[in-house]
């Protein structure tokens, strides 16, 4: 088996989003995880993973047969043209606009893109300009 990687020591430990589609909303997802260099693993068990998100189908044993709804998502960019490249992989592989690349008000440098994925939960691209980590996350390896 291989080994994996996961990076904790963020707020959230994961997030599963149960979809209608489920090869519809890994090609969309394979795009813009691609772009954003945060690698896809897909299992035998009717589900895929990246890092702290979970994608499965109504049948898989941890979605309870219930879709979860709309949802927000945002994936951190490193910087602006990530932001520009997530948007445009999104809208190729099945996402709908929410939010064009651009500023927002949120604070000063705060550039995102926004997108409906394949079961209309909006997920955003954020790059919130140039700062400083005050400690690198925990690896843990498996």
Do not use: C
């Amino acid at each position: 088996m291989e080994t994996q990687q996961l990076h904790r020591g963020r707020l959230i430990d994961h997030i599963q989003l149960v979809v209608q589609d489920l090869g519809a909303s890994r090609d969309f997802y394979a795009a813009i995880l691609s772009v954003l260099e945060i690698p896809l693993v897909d299992t035998a068990d009717g589900y895929f993973w990246a890092d702290e998100l979970v994608v499965s189908s109504a049948e898989s044993p941890a979605a309870l047969g219930a879709l979860t709804g709309r949802h927000h998502l945002a994936f951190q960019a490193k910087d602006r043209p990530m932001v520009d490249a997530f948007y445009h992989a999104a809208l190729a592989h099945g996402g709908r606009d929410n939010g064009a690349p651009g500023e927002r008000a949120y604070h000063p440098g705060y550039y995102a893109a926004f997108v409906l994925d394949p079961d209309g939960n909006n997920i955003e691209a954020v790059f919130h300009g140039e700062a400083k980590r005050s400690a690198p996350s925990v690896v843990l390896e498996f």
